[in-house]
């Protein structure tokens, strides 16, 4: 039910009475919302596990559905998303003094640039041809590109089921065509998703076996229970301590915050792209006159007098709790996405993730 639908016309005999659903934070001495979605169900309300944080690391989502693996797309979309590349930060390379041979597994060696040569450098990484030429040592310099790891970590908390196609199918979408990409040039894909703990994590794999896995992996995800990132994540970086790539696809609606969770993969040298996932309702509200919210994670309800003022101030505060996360990403290097689920789908994938430099 959308949240027009639910407005509250409090006072009146016919009593509309209806919920909306938000999160909520301080502006100017008035709290206002931070995403709107629809009032949880008559059987959520009744059952107890609904909305309960899982005890533990790696319990299975609730609600998980009993179903065949979805596809997810067809094979001319599969031929597009086999055009891109999920690129790691690569480490520039050369035979510095003192370094000891070794066979080394997992990479090869991409010509990048030159330098002047430096005495102790190796000698066989002066490019003789310029030296004939030139009458100058100048030593190649190659590019390491590293097996990679991607860790596609899907948000599942209760919000995330909200929204006009619900931001978890959006989201489901976006990890696969991310995983299938990095599975088709060879990369270990694996991953959890998470609410306010980590759930039925995904083994790195390679190879169609692991495409399958994933598939399937995504098409059991449900939402319950509350947000925390920085809970989840840490407990990511003690499930798989290796870092890679890790894709995070969420609404980022946590009432502790999102930063102590984006810090901590960054300083334990994680790649990031971070995907902001939002409904076009949650941005633009079209409710107004007395209504009543009701955050479908915690269970509390706020009412007020919701007019076109409070609708701009709310805009206001969420474009710049956009804007901080985008700064502090790039601060860290860290690849940054916001978008709606009104966005095409294929637009998104094939167009948008483009900008950022972890897919070619």
């Known amino acids: 039910m959308s949240f027009a639908s639910r407005v509250s016309r409090l006072g009146l005999k016919s009593k509309r009475i209806a919920g909306a659903v938000a999160q909520y934070f301080r502006v100017g001495g008035a709290k206002i919302f931070r995403g709107v979605y629809p009032e949880r169900s008559r059987r959520d309300q009744d059952d107890p596990r609904a909305g309960s944080t899982p005890p533990s690391l790696a319990v299975p989502q609730l609600e998980t559905r009993n179903q065949e693996p979805e596809t997810f797309f067809d094979s001319d979309f599969l031929k597009k998303l ?23 597994k997992g990479f090869s060696l991409e010509f990048s640039d030159y330098r002047k040569y430096q005495p102790g450098d190796d000698l066989r990484y002066v490019d003789w041809n310029i030296y004939r030429r030139l009458d100058r040592l100048l030593l190649k310099i190659f590019t390491a590109e ?18 006009t196609p619900p931001k978890l199918d959006y989201a489901k979408k976006v990890a696969a ?5 990095g599975l088709k040039n060879l990369d270990r894909v694996g991953g959890a998703s998470f609410s306010s703990h980590l759930h039925a994590p995904l083994t790195l794999g390679r190879g169609r076996k692991q495409i399958l896995s994933l598939f399937n992996f995504l098409t059991g995800l449900s939402c319950a229970g509350e947000t925390s990132l920085s809970s989840a994540m840490h407990s990511f970086t003690t499930l798989f301590p290796q870092p890679g790539l890790a894709v995070i696809v969420s609404d980022l609606l946590d009432p502790a915050g999102w930063r102590a969770a984006l810090e901590e993969l960054a300083t334990k040298k994680y790649q990031l792209l971070v995907i902001h ?24 309800e706020r009412k007020f007098f919701l007019d076109d003022g409070l609708v701009r101030r709310f805009q206001q505060e969420l474009d710049g709790y956009g804007k901080e996360i985008e700064a502090v990403c790039a601060s860290r290097r860290i690849d940054y996405l916001r978008t709606t689920t009104q966005v095409p789908f294929d637009d998104f994938v094939l167009h948008t993730l483009r900008q950022v430099s972890s897919v070619t």
């Open 277 to 300: 996932l939002l409904d076009d309702e949650e941005i633009n509200p079209k409710a107004r006159g007395d209504v009543a919210l009701h955050d479908v994670e915690s269970g509390r």
């Open 177 to 181: 065509a991310l995983g299938y990409i």
């Open 146 to 163: 590293e097996e990679m790891n991607v860790y596609l970590l899907v948000d599942t908390s209760r919000s995330m089921a909200e929204g």
């Open 82 to 104: 086999e055009r891109l590349r999920l690129v790691a930060k690569r480490l520039t390379w050369a035979s510095a003094k003192g370094e000891h041979s070794s066979a080394r």
